[in-house]
């Protein structure tokens, strides 16, 4: 799934220094004006490339798609140089990451990612400083010639060649060289100043932008914690109505059996008796494992790591557990991360035919909770409509968070989730 946009602050320039801000605009503009012309015409020509052989076989889809991470690369960049050389406080230009397994989910991704407006708003603000970098070398250039022609008097005394290639009195060359001065540095301080005027404008996400961001993140939140509740109380209704539900029918009949032997024949009752005792042991069994999957209580009372161990000695298979926590997060994140865990061993154990299972949990920078299921089994593993790895998708992604199933055929199969610890 998309990773999700944090949310950009005001944007506001905090101005330190004011002319070394504007010297190093000059010095970004030129440096691009040097190297930045190389990159557009690479990308340039793999865009030509890639259109030129579409149909040959498909390979031109290969340059589209690197076409694409370039892009990324290029926008990533600029957003990062404008919001280091300006101080703006502007959020990471986000990658949209799948939010369905599989190849399907990597080409829907793909297609959000060429069509991100932030991204191509972040290349054009980098074509346009190629530009003004451009025109900011030859202005100095013409302020480098027009300081030098401005002291021509000092080693001649006949007429020069002016800027427009007519012949100038040698008198007039100090006054045409401080105009000539005055104008490129103007023109050079003024393109400094367009640059961040434009790279404001287009690199910063304006309020509107930053809003309807918000409110598409918080509906696709509310709208996996819908289906993952949906899909929790179906599971629940399945596993009382397969499960619990027949076992206690099952007692009550042994038990009314029971009761109509106990004075012809005491010892077949007492036998029966034994055996809806065993049965009533068993659904309540079963009754306390369906309500740890509902909550599970030492995830409260002493965290995740000591969850995850507890459920790793009830699996059916052994569990390789590596954990590295060093704080807790927030009850939902750590939920969805522990039911996630949870539902992978499950299905490890009833599908997969997996006869060891790797799990792997970590805080990562970023206050971001990771885990990482991975088996030895079959693989094939695929996202059914109200099946388990549905129900993780929905939980992860009403927790804020991204999920990622790898399951070729013949295995093995990985599943990654990844959830703000302050969900």
């Not at 290969?62 to 990062?80: D, K, S």
């Not at 829907?108 to 054009?124: F, K, N, T």
Request: net charge positive; aromatic share 6%.
């Amino acid at each position: 799934m998309t990773t999700q946009t944090v949310p950009a602050s005001t944007g506001a320039d905090r101005r330190k220094n004011p002319p070394l801000r504007l010297f190093l605009t000059i010095l970004h503009l030129a440096t691009l004006g040097v190297v930045g012309g190389g990159v557009i015409g690479i990308l340039a020509a793999v865009f030509g490339t890639g259109v030129g052989l579409l149909f040959a076989f498909g390979i031109g889809v290969l340059f589209l798609v690197g076409l694409v991470y370039a892009l990324y690369g290029v926008g990533w960049f600029e957003v990062m140089r404008v919001r280091g050389l300006y101080d703006l406080d502007i959020p990471d230009l986000p990658y949209r990451r799948r939010l369905a397994p599989g190849f399907g989910g990597w080409i829907r991704s793909l297609g959000r990612q060429s069509i991100d407006g932030r991204m191509w708003r972040a290349v054009a603000n980098f074509a346009i400083a190629c530009i003004f970098g451009t025109i900011v070398i030859r202005l100095f250039w013409g302020l480098v010639w027009s300081a030098i022609f401005a002291f021509t008097p000092l080693f001649t005394t006949e007429d020069v060649v002016g800027p427009f290639g007519n012949l100038v009195a040698v008198g007039w060359a100090p006054l045409i060289g401080i105009l000539g001065v005055l104008a490129t540095a103007a023109g050079i301080i003024g393109l400094a100043l367009m640059h961040r005027t434009i790279s404001r404008g287009l690199v910063v996400p304006s309020r509107e932008a930053e809003l309807v961001e918000r409110v598409r993140t918080t509906s696709a939140q509310r709208e996996g914690a819908v289906r993952a509740a949906d899909v929790e109380r179906t599971r629940i209704e399945r596993d009382l109505h397969d499960g619990v539900q027949p076992r206690l029918v099952s007692v009550g009949m042994t038990l009314g059996l029971a009761q109509q032997k106990i004075d012809a024949d005491p010892a077949a009752a007492k036998a029966l008796i034994t055996e809806a005792h065993t049965s009533t042991k068993a659904a309540i069994t079963e009754l306390r494992q369906l309500a740890r999957g509902i909550h599970a209580s030492v995830l409260d009372d002493r965290g995740l790591d000591a969850a995850l161990s507890a459920l790793a000695s009830r699996s059916h298979i052994p569990v390789h557990l590596d954990v590295r926590l060093n704080g807790r997060c927030s009850r939902d994140a750590e939920a969805a991360v522990y039911f996630s865990i949870a539902e992978s061993l499950t299905n490890a154990a009833k599908h997969s035919r997996a006869s060891e299972c790797r799990v792997v949990v970590r805080l990562r920078e970023g206050a971001t909770l990771w885990a990482r299921v991975e088996d030895n089994g079959l693989g094939g593993a695929e996202v059914q409509p109200g099946g388990g790895l549905d129900g993780i998708s929905n939980r992860v992604l009403a927790a804020g968070g991204t999920f990622r199933l790898d399951s070729p055929q013949g295995g093995p199969t990985s599943l990654e989730v990844t959830v703000p610890c302050a969900s």
